[in-house]
Every structure is written in C-alpha cells, then in structure tokens.
C-alpha cells in the first residue's frame, strides 16, 4: 500500500545532517510494513530486530552503549555482516527495549554514517523512564490511512491523480464528484487502518461481505486497544482511560461537542479525567481539538484547559465504536441523518492533521459555533463543516462579521466552488486535506 510518508523517509536517507529516525504512530498504523518497504526498497540490506518478539535481543544493549560495540553485537545476533553505508538498521517495537532506545543518541554522535530506523507504538514510548535522546534523533508520525491513500489502495489512481493536480480556480467534472463520494462512503465504513484496508481490498467485489469482515477486524482491534489500556497506563487508572475512550460516540452526537467529565463518570470533574485524556492523545488515539472563544490570533492564547471536543484517530474505528451497521454508514439512511454530521466532523479533523496542520482549533460563542478555525501565513479561515449539500452558515456569517475576514470556508457534500462575490469557499468533503486552495 502506498503511503504519502514515503517520500519523507527518502528525503531522510538522502539528507546530508541525517540522524537515526524514529517513526512514532498509534498500534496498527502500518508503521512496520512501512520501515521494512522502505529498508528493501532504498538499501543493499535490511537488518531488523524486534523488542516485542525477541526479548532476549534487550541484552545487546546492556553495558557499553558505543555504537560500535553495538554494531559488533548486532553483527553476532545476527549472524550477518553490515555495510555501514549501504545497509540499514531497523529497531521495531523500541519501546520494549528502552536501552535501545537511548543508543540513538550515541548513533546520531558517533555513527552517522550508518542508517538507523526504530518504530514506537505511540502507547509505550510515552512510557519510557530511560532518558530520551532530545535533538539526536529526527522524528515522524505514521497516521492512519488518509483518504487519499484509500483511493489509491483501492486502484483508484486517477482520482488521487485528479485531486493532488487542482488548482484555483478549477472545477471537478460531476461524474468524479459522485464517484468520489461514493468513495468517501466506502471509506467511511471502512477507514484507515491498513490491516483494515487490506481485508476490504480482499472482498471488495462481494460489499457486503467485505463490509463484514471490516467490522469484524475493527471489532478486534477495538478490543486489543482496549487490553492495551492497562497493560500501559501506568498510574492512571485503566478503567477511567477506557471510559473515556467509549464515551466519543456520545460526546459527538450532542449538539454542542464541548466536551463533559459528567457523561463519562456521574457528576465527575474535567480534572479527574485530564490524565486519561492526555494518555489517549498522547498514544495517538485520540485528536483534542481546542475551543476558543475569539477568532484573533494567536488561538492559544484563547484556550482554556477544560474547553476541548475530542475525535477518535480513525474513522472506521468511530464506526465500529458506535456500533453504526455498515449499510448505514454507506447508504443514506435517515436512521443516521443525525450523527452523520459528527462523523463528517470527525473525517475533517483526521484530514487535517494528516495534511500537517498541527494543533486544531475550534470557535464558540455564546450564539454561534464554528467546526474548526485555522490560521494559515497570518491569515485566518472560519470553517463550516456540514454533511449535506445545503444548510444555513449562521456561525460563519457571525465569525465573518466580527473579524472581518478575507475567506469563508464551508466543508460539505457539495461540489468545490470559488464564490469570489460572497467569499465563501465551498470545499467537498473528501478534498479537506488540500485545504486551503486560494488564489496565486
């Protein structure tokens, strides 16, 4: 499966200053499958070791962490010699070998020469007493599978060809708007999760039966995080991460999205659930968008710690959360008319942070309430995110009105259009990672 991230691991090995890399990501994001492509594909050799499955490969770590001694020991494990300029060193599950994880360090001053790669489910690196090699080791985030990505795991190649080759101020033809959004109802059942999409790809002639086999793989994995809870949580209590980890479905079906302590334990503080909710993100597995309560820059500046919405990392995995069937999520179905809007909120805040958006910001007042703000080379953009075609933009017009600003930008199952007249740029959903496409 093609990943967009591919292209940054080459421009890592080819870098002059490369230092050892860590690719970080939630469980079952396809950060082993990435590495291991990656090592055969642009190195004479791969030399792989993994943490989770050979305990005993911890011990090349005890003592002397000089990478050459490290080098020597790996050679011995191995039983294989390594070219340090033509071969590579893949450290998969790091996070069970702490050790290992601290040899970066010493790599990054001493071995430069030699390209080093560790994969860290995001659960466990959090956790690590050992001290983290600050600044020695270059970092990147593994998310799951954009939608982009699906089209292209699904052999839709002339679709992703026809989104990543827009510019302002092109159209796109009706018959590639309905095509794609049927794409994106695939998708909403199925989400990003490889192992996920490679079941779907596997059945996709037969829909209901690949469907079935989607939500039968997420149903697992939903339990293997869930199992995962306490055997990293640490000090904070497993039960209370869980709990807050099941409530999203609920949370998003309100109205107003604004997190509550009270529907996840009965008259419960914010401050009692912080901790599970730094954990979750922290692991990846959730996306904390901040509310902010004025549309002037900068937006941190605006926040406050209790005023957050939470999404879940993977769409398919909000699915299967939620227990929606899978004929709902692909149909129109009035049955799902009202949490469909969450859902879609929930799609864009992926989108976003997978095109490299960073922190997500989202605007509340006491009358109006906007899906998501973003400020982009000092130039901020109020966002609507509607699931239908149609439907008033109350709370952008208001935001629009107070801080007078250049654009205003509606996400929905409409068509993309540039109004230059009303300054309202409507975007479809699927095209929310190429947000924003302005004028030259």
Same mark, same amino acid.
């Given at each position: 499966?093609?990943?967009?991230?591919?292209?940054?691991?080459?421009?890592?090995?080819?870098?002059?200053?490369?230092?050892?890399?860590?690719?970080?990501?939630?469980?079952?994001?396809?950060?082993?499958?990435?590495?291991?492509?990656?090592?055969?594909?642009?190195?004479?050799?791969?030399?792989?070791?993994?943490?989770?499955?050979?305990?005993?490969?911890?011990?090349?770590?005890?003592?002397?962490?000089?990478?050459?001694?490290?080098?020597?020991?790996?050679?011995?494990?191995?039983?294989?010699?390594?070219?340090?300029?033509?071969?590579?060193?893949?450290?998969?599950?790091?996070?069970?070998?702490?050790?290992?994880?601290?040899?970066?360090?010493?790599?990054?001053?001493?071995?430069?020469?030699?390209?080093?790669?560790?994969?860290?489910?995001?659960?466990?690196?959090?956790?690590?007493?050992? /001290?983290? /090699?600050?600044?020695?080791?270059?970092?990147?985030?593994?998310?799951?599978?954009?939608?982009?990505?699906?089209?292209?795991?699904?052999?839709?190649?002339?679709?992703?060809?026809?989104?990543?080759?827009?510019?302002?101020?092109?159209?796109? +033809?009706?018959?590639?708007?309905?095509?794609?959004?049927?794409?994106?109802?695939?998708?909403?059942?199925?989400?990003?999760?490889?192992?996920?999409?490679?079941?779907?790809?596997?059945?996709?002639?037969?829909? +209901?039966?690949?469907?079935?086999?989607?939500?039968?793989?997420?149903?697992?994995?939903?339990?293997?995080?869930?199992?995962?809870?306490?055997?990293?949580?640490?000090?904070?209590?497993?039960?209370?991460?869980?709990?807050?980890?099941?409530?999203?479905?609920?949370?998003?079906?309100?109205?107003? %999205?604004?997190? %509550?302590?009270?529907?996840?334990?009965?008259?419960?503080?914010?401050?009692?659930?912080?901790?599970?909710?730094?954990?979750?993100?922290?692991?990846?597995?959730?996306?904390?968008?901040?509310?902010?309560?004025?549309?002037?820059?900068?937006?941190?500046?605006?926040?406050?710690?209790?005023?957050?919405?939470?999404?879940?990392?993977?769409?398919?995995?909000?699915?299967?959360?939620?227990?929606?069937?899978?004929?709902?999520?692909?149909?129109?179905?009035?049955?799902?008319?009202?949490?469909?809007?969450?859902?879609?909120?929930?799609?864009?805040?992926?989108?976003?942070?997978?095109?490299?958006?960073?922190?997500?910001?989202?605007?509340?007042?006491?009358?109006?309430?906007?899906?998501?703000?973003?400020?982009?080379?000092?130039?901020?953009?109020?966002?609507?995110?509607?699931?239908?075609?149609?439907?008033?933009?109350?709370?952008?017009?208001?935001?629009?009105? %107070?801080?007078?600003?250049?654009?205003?930008?509606?996400?929905?199952?409409?068509?993309?259009?540039?109004?230059?007249?009303?300054?309202?740029?409507?975007?479809?959903?699927?095209?929310?990672?190429?947000?924003?496409?302005?004028?030259?």
């Amino acid at each position: 499966m093609k990943r967009t991230i591919y292209q940054r691991l080459s421009e890592w090995k080819n870098a002059g200053d490369r230092k050892p890399l860590m690719l970080k990501g939630a469980r079952q994001t396809g950060k082993t499958y990435l590495l291991k492509e990656f090592g055969q594909n642009e190195f004479r050799r791969i030399h792989s070791i993994n943490f989770q499955k050979d305990k005993t490969a911890c011990e090349i770590f005890t003592g002397s962490l000089s990478p050459q001694r490290i080098l020597e020991s790996i050679q011995l494990y191995l039983e294989t010699k390594v070219d340090k300029t033509k071969d590579i060193i893949f450290f998969d599950e790091i996070q069970d070998c702490p050790r290992a994880l601290t040899s970066l360090k010493y790599f990054c001053e001493d071995m430069r020469e030699l390209a080093v790669v560790s994969a860290g489910s995001l659960l466990g690196v959090t956790q690590i007493d050992e /001290p983290f /090699p600050v600044g020695q080791v270059s970092f990147l985030n593994l998310y799951p599978m954009s939608f982009e990505e699906f089209l292209l795991a699904v052999g839709d190649e002339i679709s992703y060809k026809k989104l990543r080759a827009l510019h302002y101020p092109d159209t796109i +033809p009706p018959v590639l708007h309905h095509r794609l959004m049927e794409r994106l109802q695939e998708y909403f059942v199925v989400g990003g999760l490889p192992e996920v999409v490679s079941t779907y790809c596997s059945y996709m002639g037969d829909r +209901p039966e690949a469907f079935a086999r989607v939500r039968a793989k997420q149903e697992d994995l939903i339990t293997a995080y869930m199992s995962d809870f306490s055997k990293y949580s640490g000090k904070i209590a497993a039960n209370e991460i869980a709990s807050v980890f099941e409530s999203i479905p609920a949370q998003l079906a309100r109205e107003n %999205k604004k997190f %509550k302590a009270s529907q996840v334990i009965p008259q419960g503080r914010f401050s009692r659930l912080k901790s599970p909710i730094d954990w979750l993100t922290g692991a990846g597995l959730l996306i904390k968008v901040k509310i902010v309560n004025s549309g002037e820059i900068p937006f941190e500046a605006f926040t406050a710690e209790n005023r957050i919405k939470l999404y879940l990392f993977d769409i398919g995995i909000l699915g299967a959360l939620a227990r929606i069937p899978p004929k709902n999520l692909y149909m129109k179905s009035d049955l799902f008319s009202t949490f469909k809007g969450a859902f879609c909120e929930n799609f864009v805040a992926r989108e976003f942070i997978y095109s490299g958006s960073g922190q997500l910001y989202s605007w509340m007042s006491n009358t109006a309430e906007l899906e998501f703000i973003r400020e982009i080379d000092g130039e901020v953009y109020p966002i609507e995110v509607k699931a239908g075609h149609s439907g008033k933009l109350k709370s952008l017009n208001v935001f629009a009105a %107070k801080y007078q600003v250049k654009y205003r930008t509606r996400i929905s199952a409409r068509n993309l259009e540039f109004n230059e007249q009303s300054k309202i740029h409507n975007y479809p959903l699927y095209l929310s990672y190429r947000f924003p496409i302005n004028p030259p």
